[in-house]
Each structure stands twice: as structure tokens, then as C-alpha cells.
């Protein structure tokens, strides 16, 4: 199917992405990449037999020069023939995307940087927060239960010249049941003690600090990114319904300051209605979105029956491989247009509209949810 | 598209609506009663960015003599031009509706009362108690904790002698989390004297009282609508779930008063399930219907997959504005009408089973759901 | 619509499914059958006013010699003419199943057994062991406290010489909101001696218990399937979505011994995430199949979403009427062919991989499930 113009020419703001690997990788390697799984289990078949892997033959085998349905040897060979940072050049220039926000925070060892990415792609990057890693940095630093939210505050505050957001994944160490309340002073002194007299790693994994860092960017008007629904096998998902966020999006609803809930899947409907009745809720559809393949249309559809247009972003959630940069959009403009292009057929909406609503969701609501920060570095569109 | 014409003609009972305002309202008021939103976020963008909003300018522009798609402004200055009584008779006119069973319950004081709206709608109307205003009016007397429960008994079989069901708004006070037993004499005096004894206005949310109050309704044998799923912000839609109610409906399914599950999305396949398995369950999809513009068949294919036909309901939680009244019964026939053509198309049904489910589905169930109270009145179809 | 050939042609292995009556059934034998529902509610109306019973008109009346679209009385009389015997054995030839995995812990008084079906069918037959159904043989020797956890083994060690897996009901009893580590021998003990000790007619429904036996089933390396999703009154549906396992799987990964989750509906999509990051979890869609009709083609869809193409599989859950036999393969193929035939059209895919992913749906994905069990007795494929 022909993507509607205006879809096709419309520049991404992808507001929710990671960097990529930097060298190449192999079949296993490059399966335990694909999706959420950790790689090929002996009692499943090749991860390729799934939608997203339908999709990396059909759509990102031309990207490389091969037929559309290259077979898996085919592509993953020519895949090394060109080389990790020649396919990464490709996949991001071919996602139509003008900004990136990244969240640097997971797997950095093996990831492009900032730097990388923005050299690779000749995109504008924004940073975004990963709220953990930084509670984690100062937990390393050998920081006393007294001064550690002060010490957070500074780091923030330090961040917040350059960063554009911040992340939380509470969802991955905790789950969303986060009371609504700012934590007292005591509250986090008590909690912090706990931590950082734990033996082992110091992996933040404690409701009340998760809600205090939360507390920190909005004090410091930074947006909010918060990873909901699927995830890897490390989450429960019953604990990922953005429902479960109902009583903290109560009580941060005055502060104005955003809120993002990132990929929502398969609870789209429900982080939809987030965003028609809490003033400050932004969704998306991200990671889903290059996941389900063909489906894409299907869940942008369920994503816009009651989000309002003005709530709703755009993000790719690519981690490793750079082809999800590239799916992740090319998925994302195929179910937007199929969505459109329904409604346009039976006359429920004009080009107008159709136009509208693309453009509010590929790059104004982004730049709106993340002004100023975001809106004064405005380059593209 | 067409509407098939069984759908087409098929005259409507709204088993669950509500006022709609008196006076003109201006741009902010009509989108803060456009959706659940409280109000147009200074974060998102008009509340018109959404499918109802799309679905108002396509479908019911024509009803005040605009052309399909008309501009927000021209909608306006129209609707300003004809008046509120001559844009209200209009919508409810077009609206193909026999009969409309009333909760006037919300928000009285700007909303058309029973009255109002049989002389703008000349439809027969039909009351509907709202069980929680009614114990307030109770407890507003200055009743003792000890006569509470016989004045509220008193209350309701007076009301009893014109109105054709009740509605409990628990969802919105205390969730759907409710005990199946009928409370005992002893719990419902304690928790009214609780209720009574505490400060500020008597707003009822005490799981044992609304429960009592349901009970009390079974035992007059009037059928117990329950709000479900999407509300505004007022209620935490974790605690919404109609599965939440399944104690309840075991507990109540010997009595054989109908218990109607409203509106239901986004878990309108539960609901879907307990009126499969519970006899005296009955489903609707109001309020999604109107709320999801053009998605109104995929809500309405996904209601039927197993839920029987004979205990699906037409509402359309009209409040507010007429427009409601309108998109509501005209989206739910599209929708109805596009489920049942996809069938014809391929064969899986013939035209007089269409034909058979939309009276069903438009009249039959919910003169039987509310017999004798209804159909003894039956005027039309 | 007609099937893709390489769908059409496909046998399958229906991995769960029952016995069926072995006598004639009157209509209200046959509307209990039907659905969930106990039988037809004074409420509602037929039960053939449904998706499931519009398809059995559509599809199963042709099987029986006459139109499709044949009224309820005329197919009920045919049935009668033709006989229990003849109607089974013609449902059971038309679903073209090569290897049937039969549950005989339900209603075993009034169904066929293992032996019966295979002499209706002319199929391979395999056995499923229903845990709670041999505890409950073991609860009625006599057993003590003390014994009861060996002679549980004993008695699953002796079943396993011919079954090729186990069934679990906890779903039923207690809920999947089950604990994932293994009890200790004091906890088995302990629990038993309580159950022992009661009342009454021996229903297992102890959460310990019911985990003792999945473990049990484990360490004898047999495939565990576990009920999820609708079924009838008897469960409290929101105690049975896939997402409560969560625990249990992430505790029972390493033994490798495959998981099955039945049903899913309306929790498909979860379970489809479970399928994608658990290595040892797979999926289907029975039971929903049937009951939705047209529909089907809608669930395969959202199943397919994120499962990943190796660990999905077919069953009918077919229990009672014959018809479910057949409707159950006939949806499923339908549904099936639907989403692959639109991936074709809009060449999101290619033949050889419709095909493909038929052959691992339809018979491989079983037999690696259940090998070296199932595949040593391969015959047919």
C-alpha cells in the first residue's frame, strides 16, 4: 500500500530511542536483538518467524539492496558485507526522523553514544534522563542516606542544562503501583539508608525512591517518560498497566508538567484514556509499533479511538539494531496512513484533517510536550 | 457508506441517558462536554483533535444545515444562530429513538429535566433512580443511622411506582470492587452511622451502603444499571473492570432482576463474557460508541464476539450536549450496520438474521430487560 | 471466502479437547452446550442468537446434508434423524485433524472415551492427564497427609507411561494468582491434611496443591497445560489472565518442559507476550475460535501480533457437541487464511511463508511441544 503524502513526507520527531550497536553481530546475536526475547529458545523456531521478523525481510532488506523477502542467510550476509556502521548509517537516514531523544542509559557499554548517534545520523540528538542510572551514580559515589536527595537534586539540576526529559523504568524494578504522594524528606532519608546499606550491586529497586526522582524532575520541569506494558522477561506486565499510574497522575496533574507513557502495549487503550483526561498525558505506541509488523494499523487505530490527536507522539523505542529506528517509522507511517486513509475513504474526514493529524503527531505535540527545551533547537520540519 | 436498511430503520430505545443543557454553551464549554476531559489542556490541543470532534463536523454539521466537515467556527456560530431548544429538538429528533430511560441524576440543576425533555424530544421518557442521589436526598433529612435503612426502602419503592430501573454509580465512589453478599441490618446501620456522623457534604462512597442500595433495588425487582469503564477523571478505571463484579453477580443471579452493564470500553469483552454466562446480564457500549467516531464497528464487532444478541442494549450516555443523542444512535448504527453487512458480504448470515439481531439488539431486549415496567407502556416500533 | 490452499490442505493437531456426547441431545442439551452459559436464560433469548450459534447454522449444516443458513429447528431435526452416532462421526471426519490430545477429566459419565473417539474418528489419540482429577483419585483411597505427595507421583508416574501431558484447572479452583516456587514437602503435607480433613466430596482447590502438581508434572518432563481465559460461571474470569502466571513461569524456565496456556480470550494478547519472552511458553486461541464465529480471523490477528510463530498452536477445545470438533478447525483455518491472505495482498509476506507458518501452527509447534511423546507416534503429515 502507497503511504498517503502527507504521511510520507512527514518528518519524525521520535521522542523515545537508544543508541545501537556498534559492531557487527550474528545470527544469534542479531535474534536476541529482534524482539523482547532474550534470544532463540530450542522450543521455538528462529525469532525471523514472527511479525517483526516478516517485517526486517520485507521493508529493511531493500535498505540493504536486496530483494523485499531476502531470505535470513541473504540478509544477515549482507548485512556484514556492508558493515555495522554503514547499515546503521543507512537504517537512520531512512527513518525520516529530524530529532532523536535517547535514552543513553541502557547497555551503554556497547552502544553509539550521543555523539556516535548524532555522527551516524546528522540528526539533532536530545538527552533524556534515565532517572535510575542517575540515583545509581550517586549511590556509587559512596553517598551518605542524609545527603542523598540533596546530592540527586545537583545531579538533576546539573543534567537539566542539557537534557530535554527524564526517564523512569519503575516499571522494570517495581512495577507502576507508585503511590501518588511526594515522599517526605524523611521518607527518602529512610528508604535511601535501606539501599545503600544493601549489599550486592546498588540496582535501585524501591517504590519510594522511584517516586521521589519523579518528584525531582518535575521539580526541575523536566518531562517524564515513563516505560509502560511490554518490556522483557524481567518485568511482570500485570504490574505495567499505565492504569496503575491513575493515583500519581492525580496528584502530578497541577504541576503542569508532562508526562509521557511510552508503548503501552497491550494496554494502549487504557493509557488512551490517560491522555484524554489528565490535562498533562502524552502516549505512544513505540516498540509495539516495529513488534506487531503489519499489525500496526491495527493498533494505531485502538491508540486514536479516544486519545486525543493533540496527546499523541511518535517514538521508536530502537535499541540495538538500527533497523528498528527504520521499522519503527516506516510501521508507524503505514498505520498511521492505513488509519487515515480509512477514514478519508468513507469521508469521515478530509486531507485537511488527515494532514492535521499528522502533522500534531509526527513533530508539534513532541515539541510542544517538551518546550521549551525541545522547541527552542527546532532545526527541521 | 449506506446503512443497511433493517439498521436504517430501526427505531432505538436509549436505555441510558441523561439531560442535556438548557442555555448555548460557548467554545470551552461545548469541548469541556465533548469528552471525559475536564476541559481543553493548555498541553494538548482542541478538544475537536479527536475522533468525536472529527465525527461531530462530519455527521452532525448536516443536522444544522451545515455541509459535512464544516470548520469548528461555523459549527459554533451555526449552533449559536438556531439556539439551544431549536439545535437540542433537532439532535434529539434526528436521533431515531422511541423511547429514552432518563437518570437525571447528574448534574440537575443546568440539564433539562424529564419534563424538558419529553416536550423538545416528544419521545416517550422513562426514569431511571440514581441510588446514590437518592440516599444523599436520605440522608440530607437529618435521618438517624438506625432509621437510614427504612427511610431509603421507603424512598425507593415510592419512586418505584413511576421509574423502570436504578443506577448505581459505584465505579465512581468506591470502584467496582464489591462484596456479593446482601450486607446485614447490622453493617448497613454501622456504616450510615459513620456516613452520617462525618463532616462536609454527604457524598456517598461506602462499599457496604452501595451495595445495601443495590440489594434494595433487587428487592423491588428494579433492573440495576452500573456504570463501567471510561468516566472522567473523577474515577480510577483500574477498579472499573466488570470482572470486578463477578461476586456480585453470583451472588445476585438467583434473584432474576437484571443487572445492565453500561458503556463497559475498554473492557468491553469482559463484559461481553459476563452477559454470556450470567442470565440476568445485559451489555451496552454507550458513550465509546459516540466517543470513537468512525471505530464505532470495531467496538461493536468486538462487544459481539460473545456476547448473546439477546442481551446486548442501545444507550448512548447522552449528557450535556444533544449532539450526543445524535452520534450516539448514529454511530452505533453504522457500526451495527457494518458488522452485519461484513457477514452478509461473505455469507456468514443471511438478511433476516440481520434483520432479527438489530430489533433484538434495538428494541426487544430492552423491553424484556425492563418488563413489565416498560413494555407496558410500549408506544412505538 | 475460500481458504489459501496451503490452509485448507493443512492437518492439524488439536492439542486440547474432550469427549463428546455419545446420545442425542434435545435443543435445551444442545443450547447448554452451546456456549459458557449453563443454557438459555428467560432473560435472553435463543443461544443460537449468537456468533457461535449463526455459525453452526453456516457451517455445520452443510455437513449434515443440508443448506447453510438452516433454521435451528430444521438442523436440530436432521441431527435427531441422523443420529449421535452418525453427527459425531461426520464432525469429527470434516475438522481434518490428524492427532487429537484428549482432557477425559470432564463429564467422563456422559462423554466418549479415549477408546470411543478413536473408533468415531479413525484419529490418533493421545491422553492428557487432568491433575486435579487424578488427585482427587488419589484423595479417595484413603490416603494419609503423609502419603499423599508420594502416591500422587506414583500414580503420575504410572499415567505417564501413555500420556503425552497434564491439564491444569487451577484456574477453576483457585485462580492462576499462583506462587511460582515448588512447596516443600512439610507445605504438601501440611495442605493435604487440611484438604483430607474436610468435608464433603473431595474438590481440590488449595493453592499449594495445585503447584505441588504442576511440579509434580514437571519433574516427570510432562508438558503442563493450564486453563486460562473464559470458561463458564463456575470461574472468576478476572483471576484467570495468563499475566498472573507470571511468577510461575519465570520459576519453572529452566526445567524446559514446555507450558501451555489454553483459550487466552480475552487475555490473548498477553498471553502472546508470555509466549514471545518465555522460551518454554506457547499459546492458542481454542475455545474462543468457535465461540466467535467470523470473528475468528480478528483473534488470530491479535494472537499473531507478538507470539512468535514457533510457539503458537491449534486446538478446538471441543467438549460435548461434536460440532465444536469441526467449527473449531473450520474458524481456525478461516481465521488463519484471513490474516495470511491479507499479509499476501498487500506483500507483507510471500506463499512460502504463509505456508511455512501454516506447517508450524497447524502441526510442528505440537509436535516439538510435546515430542518425544507426541512425535515418536507420528503418523500422519
Request: charged share 20%.
Amino acid at each position: 500500500m502507497t503511504l498517503l503524502p502527507c504521511v510520507a513526507n512527514q518528518s519524525l520527531i521520535d521522542h523515545h530511542c537508544h543508541g545501537v550497536v556498534r559492531t557487527d553481530v550474528d545470527r544469534a546475536e542479531f535474534e536476541a536483538l529482534l524482539t523482547e526475547a532474550d534470544g532463540v529458545s530450542p522450543l521455538g523456531t528462529s525469532l525471523f518467524d514472527s511479525m517483526v521478523g516478516l517485517a526486517v525481510r520485507r521493508w529493511c532488506a531493500p535498505v540493504l539492496d536486496l530483494p523485499p523477502h531476502a531470505s535470513v542467510d541473504n540478509y544477515l550476509a549482507r548485512r556484514a558485507e556492508l558493515g555495522a556502521t554503514e547499515v546503521n548509517r543507512r537504517f537512520l537516514a531512512a527513518s525520516g526522523t529530524s530529532d532523536l531523544l535517547v535514552d543513553g542509559g541502557f547497555q551503554p557499554e556497547r552502544s553509539t553514544d550521543t555523539d556516535e548517534l548524532a555522527a551516524l545520523s546528522g540528526k539533532t540528538i536530545h538527552e533524556i534522563v534515565r532517572l535510575e542510572t542517575l540515583a545509581e551514580g550517586v549511590a556509587a559515589t559512596g553517598v551518605s542516606a542524609a545527603d542523598f536527595a540533596t546530592r540527586c537534586a545537583e545531579a538533576l539540576a546539573l543534567r537539566a542544562r542539557t537534557a530535554v526529559g527524564c526517564k523512569s523504568i519503575a516499571a522494570y524494578r517495581v512495577g507502576l503501583r507508585l503511590a501518588g504522594a511526594r515522599p517526605t524528606d524523611a521518607e527518602v532519608r529512610a528508604a535511601a539508608g535501606r539501599w545503600l546499606a544493601s549489599a550486592g550491586p546498588r540496582r535501585l529497586a524501591d517504590e519510594t525512591l522511584h517516586r521521589f526522582l519523579i518528584w525531582l524532575a518535575l521539580d526541575e520541569r523536566l518531562p517524564v517518560q515513563f516505560h509502560v506494558g511490554i518490556g522483557d522477561a524481567d518485568l511482570d506486565l500485570a504490574e505495567c498497566d499505565p492504569l496503575l499510574l491513575t493515583g500519581l497522575l492525580r496528584a502530578t496533574r497541577d504541576t503542569g508538567v508532562p508526562i509521557l507513557l511510552l508503548h503501552n502495549y497491550p494496554f494502549h487503550r487504557n493509557a488512551a484514556y490517560l491522555a484524554q483526561v489528565f490535562p498533562h498525558v502524552y502516549v505512544d505506541i513505540g516498540l509495539a509499533t516495529h513488534n506487531v509488523g503489519r499489525r500496526s494499523g491495527a493498533l494505531v487505530a485502538e491508540l486514536l479511538e479516544i486519545a486525543p490527536f493533540g496527546k499523541v507522539l511518535y517514538s521508536s523505542d530502537a535499541f540495538g539494531l538500527a533497523e528498528h529506528y527504520y521499522l519503527g517509522a516506516q510501521r508507524f507511517r503505514s498505520g498511521l496512513s492505513e488509519f487515515l486513509a480509512a477514514g478519508l475513504a468513507d469521508e469521515s474526514w478530509t486531507e485537511l484533517d488527515a494532514g492535521h493529524i499528522t502533522r500534531l503527531i509526527g513533530q508539534r505535540n513532541a515539541r510542544r510536550a517538551y518546550a521549551p527545551r525541545l522547541s527552542n533547537e527546532r532545526s527541521v520540519n
